[in-house]
């Protein structure tokens, strides 16, 4: 996420024709140098028949992959008097070499072109097939070549080579599906309205087919498009994965679903030597939806508690501790038990007490307790259902007011570190904003043990987002109630928030 400059220098000397690369690199990165022998031989050009020495500075840090061959490659020309010097004064190299000298993509060349920009670079060079992720980033002449004989043309004072004039990608499409598409399930749309307006953690909890995926899939839709700082952040972030941005910087919150078998590397990030970003980092400003949510590893789902709470993974490995973004919103979606019929009007449940007990705590009391809001979905009866069509409400319309409660936070919370309830923190929350009418509820309920300190602050918040919701500037006493009804997924929820 935060790039590093590497200074390539080649030093050519008396001694037997070898190549020697130092600078901590790795066995990728040894390799490059039969790569650019291969390309320039391709070219026409000969390897230097003397000592090549390429040191990679700074020495001390460790350095990997194969993104550096285009720069050792013209360091080489540099060094071999086939290319002017001058011309690769402030310029930036990045691209893999093939052995016929084409250039091939490679990974993280958003946040390394923005790197060299914010260090006075005027230049990049860039794989052909990347220019327009590089040119994302303004204030930089972005030159894409396709081989090593472009490289060298271009060096040599030639003009860029021409290209086919660039085709404006679409911009991201419309998502695709609709809130509306969710028959009833009125109390389960409203939790949803409500994670979505103060960027709270949901949980959705019933029997299979009540739509509790349905519903988990469609928020997205209701977030607003990311801000500035944001959407470079998440586009820093797929250029890290080697994901395209062939539609631009992403503006859309983004949404990631990964399969219960998610190992936990996978989910936070990992790596042997520099760990790579994870699913949570992928769902950095957005979505991190774990269906079947118990079936998932126990270390896995506690590997969440850190991000949950402080919106970043750190990863320390052999040759480098890195950090990564992760404030996400998490959805978790889960059975009653293993069958899914427990508690199921009119459903046969074949589940032991003993697979109930240990079904349920897979999802264990500190990562429920970091959960802001609890929706328990019941099955919906055909008379029900049939009288619900055509009446439920679109995304378009729900996230008019989702955007109408964020612009209210925004207003509140402006000029400090935080755009959304969820993200105040507690001692602040309660410092400087007024408490709600009714708060002995809450007090209430500390005392019969139905809510932890952790919880006090989540029913607050929540209770924030609902009154932004109505459009208050104070939440009311009913705004609490229905706020203390999310916090325990209570059954009567649908009633106390008034959306039946």
Request: proline content about 8%; overall charge neutral; hydrophobic content about 45%.
């Amino acid at each position: 996420m935060e790039a590093t400059l590497v200074e390539v220098e080649v030093a050519l000397g008396n001694g037997l024709p070898r190549t020697v690369i130092v600078g901590l690199p790795d066995a990728a990165l040894n390799e490059a140098r039969d790569r650019c022998r291969a390309a320039m031989a391709h070219l026409g050009v000969p390897w230097p028949a003397q000592l090549v020495t390429v040191n990679l500075s700074p020495a001390t840090l460790p350095k990997s992959g194969s993104h550096y061959d285009l720069a050792i490659a013209a360091g080489v020309l540099c060094a071999a008097g086939e290319v002017p010097p001058e011309r690769l004064a402030g310029c930036v190299v990045l691209g893999e070499l093939a052995l016929d000298g084409r250039v091939r993509p490679v990974r993280g060349v958003l946040p390394s072109v923005l790197a060299a920009q914010r260090a006075g670079c005027h230049h990049a060079v860039v794989p052909a097939a990347q220019a327009a992720e590089a040119r994302l980033v303004e204030g930089l002449e972005v030159v894409g070549v396709e081989t090593l004989a472009e490289l060298v043309a271009v060096l040599r004072g030639a003009p860029p080579p021409p290209r086919l004039p660039e085709v404006a990608a679409p911009a991201d499409p419309a998502p695709a599906l609709d809130l509306a598409d969710v028959a009833g399930q009125l109390e389960a749309r409203w939790a949803v309205e409500v994670a979505a307006a103060g960027g709270h953690h949901l949980h959705l909890h019933g029997p299979p087919g009540v739509g509790k995926t349905l519903l988990a899939e469609r928020l997205p839709g209701l977030l607003p498009e990311l801000g500035p700082v944001e959407s470079l952040e998440v586009s820093a972030l797929r250029s890290v994965c080697g994901l395209g941005l062939e539609h631009g910087l992403v503006r859309r919150a983004p949404f990631a679903a990964p399969h219960h078998t998610a190992t936990v590397a996978a989910l936070v990030g990992g790596g042997s030597r520099i760990a790579s970003p994870g699913a949570v980092s992928l769902a950095h400003h957005g979505i991190l939806f774990l269906d079947e949510a118990p079936e998932f590893s126990s270390a896995a789902l506690e590997a969440l508690r850190t991000p949950l709470e402080s919106g970043q993974v750190v990863l320390i490995r052999s040759q480098a501790q890195t950090t990564y973004p992760a404030r996400f919103q998490l959805v978790l979606a889960a059975n009653p038990c293993p069958c899914g019929n427990r508690e199921t009007s009119g459903m046969e449940c074949t589940c032991s007490s003993t697979a109930v007990r240990r079904y349920r705590d897979r999802l264990s009391g500190p990562i429920l307790d970091r959960v802001d809001i609890t929706c328990h979905l019941r099955p919906m009866t055909q008379s029900y259902l049939r009288a619900s069509r055509g009446t439920a409400e679109d995304t378009a319309t729900v996230a008019a007011r989702v955007l109408g409660a964020r612009e209210r936070q925004r207003a509140r919370l402006a000029g400090l570190p935080w755009t959304t309830n969820a993200a105040v923190p507690g001692p602040w929350l309660r410092r400087e904003l007024p408490l709600p009418e009714g708060v002995e509820l809450v007090d209430q309920a500390v005392a019969r043990g139905r809510l932890s300190a952790r919880g006090v602050d989540k029913v607050m918040r929540i209770a924030w987002t609902v009154a932004d919701l109505a459009g208050a500037d104070r939440p009311a006493r009913a705004h609490l109630l229905t706020a203390l009804a999310m916090r325990s997924g209570g059954p009567d929820l649908e009633k106390v928030s008034g959306c039946a």
